[in-house]
């Protein structure tokens, strides 16, 4: 780029200056011919005035000798000028009449435009040089800080990704330059960071069931004429269905990762909680309690939303001691499912950490009590796929438990005047 703008600037500049030598020299030769023929004409008027005032031709023709004295002349003109032709006139006198003409000398402007071109060429050629030369130093000041940015970068590797390119303190398209590459950096080395975490997460939590399920055919296998097959069938069974859970969820998370379009529909989210309480939890103590808001339809994915709904229930069943209530409300411009439960509850500094992937609070729990540790993780995925939040709230009082709020828009909503609500108009339901 440095050479190829150097050349570019070089040859504008060779091109111009030839453009400017070229005009000066045709000034310079026209100027020089004019004043020839000028000082010929002032001759031919000069001598014609000597020849009328009865001076002899010869003296006259001593005193201008570049003039012709034509006494038999072919042609009488009075006065004629050319660019080609000399300059001439006709004078009578007592012995009759004379031609007088005078050529211009034009040597010395041949001479003085060869001489000022022999000039011009060398000095076009250092203008050209000088310019070629500021240029290619301007250049690369200017991209010294990108060359600089380049080396750096190249630099960077996976393991290295917190190195950043220096920003030069210039406030130009370099510097910005700069800033978004760091910018980029910073998200690829959060996404490394995350990536790594899940994959050794993910690696030790595959490896527990596996060497669970390995050391239990291993022990039934080196005595198997006192392994109670039936326990060992249904144990395996168990660790690989343990298996199939995490899978079927480190997959989803890949595709909300990938942020694969949803196929989205308008649906009813009460409607759809309380056909999933009835369809999974028939005989679990879980309370639907809606507003008297208008139920309209929200643009959502059944499927997405179902998997969210059971993940959040199925987190508060895990924990709680009694109902889990499941409350549902309407604001103008929003729909708001909160799901609580009386368990052990979330510490403060945790509320956000509980959305971690494979993040168990309980360290007593085991991992098969516990669950695959993504549901919270994958609810707030598809929260974040619909244009909603998922978080983790204080209790309402202090007898503890959790309570997640799930906040989706509702879209394609006329908007009314939105009035408190009353808590003596909500219905429960209790699933069948």
Avoid at 14 to 32: D, R
Avoid at 269 to 294: F, H, K, M, N
Avoid at 396 to 410: C, K, V, Y
Wanted: glycine content about 6%; overall charge negative; charged content about 20%.
């Amino acid at each position: 780029m440095r050479g190829r703008a150097t050349a570019a600037v070089a040859l504008v500049a060779s091109l111009a200056l030839a453009a400017c030598s070229v005009v000066l020299l045709y000034a310079v030769h026209t100027n020089l011919v004019a004043s020839a023929q000028n000082a010929a004409r002032d001759h031919v008027d000069k001598a014609a005035h000597q020849l009328g005032s009865g001076t002899p031709p010869a003296d006259v023709q001593a005193a201008l000798p570049d003039i012709v004295l034509d006494t038999a002349p072919s042609v009488v003109s009075s006065s004629t000028a050319s660019a080609d032709q000399a300059a001439s006139a006709s004078v009578g006198t007592p012995t009759g009449p004379i031609l007088v003409q005078a050529f211009p000398n034009r040597a010395p402007a041949h001479t003085a435009v060869i001489t000022l071109t022999w000039a011009l060429v060398p000095c076009t050629a250092l203008m050209v040089l000088l310019v070629a030369c500021l240029t290619w130093y301007a250049m690369g000041r200017a991209l010294r800080p990108v060359e600089n940015i380049r080396a750096e970068f190249a630099d960077i590797t996976a393991h290295s990704l917190q190195q950043r390119v220096p920003v030069p303190d210039s406030d130009d398209e370099v510097a910005s330059l700069a800033e978004t590459m760091n910018g980029t950096l910073d998200q690829l080395h959060r996404a490394v960071g995350r990536l790594r975490t899940f994959t050794s997460d993910a690696s030790h939590e595959l490896r527990g069931p596996l060497t669970t399920l390995k050391a239990r055919l291993e022990l039934a296998l080196a005595r198997p004429d006192r392994a109670e097959w039936t326990t060992v069938g249904s144990e395996a069974l168990r660790d690989t269905t343990r298996l199939e859970d995490i899978v079927t969820d480190l997959l989803l998370l890949a595709r909300l990762d990938a942020r694969q379009p949803l196929k989205l529909q308008p649906l009813c989210v009460t409607d759809l909680l309380r056909r999933t309480i009835a369809e999974r939890y028939p005989r679990q103590p879980v309370v639907l309690v809606t507003d008297s808001g208008s139920d309209e339809a929200i643009l959502g994915s059944r499927t997405a939303l179902t998997r969210l709904f059971t993940n959040l229930l199925d987190n508060a069943l895990r924990h709680s001691h009694s109902t889990v209530p499941v409350e549902v409300r309407h604001t103008e411009h929003e729909l708001i499912v909160e799901v609580r439960d009386d368990g052990p509850g979330i510490p403060e500094p945790d509320r956000e950490r509980v959305f971690d992937r494979f993040t168990r609070l309980d360290n007593a729990r085991t991992r098969s009590e516990g669950g695959t540790g993504l549901g919270l993780a994958i609810a707030r995925d598809i929260a974040t796929a619909h244009g909603g939040t998922l978080t983790a709230e204080p209790p309402w009082n202090t007898d503890g438990g959790a309570r997640l709020l799930l906040i989706l828009p509702r879209g394609h909503e006329p908007r009314s005047t939105s009035r408190p609500r009353d808590r003596s108009s909500d219905t429960a339901e209790r699933a069948p």
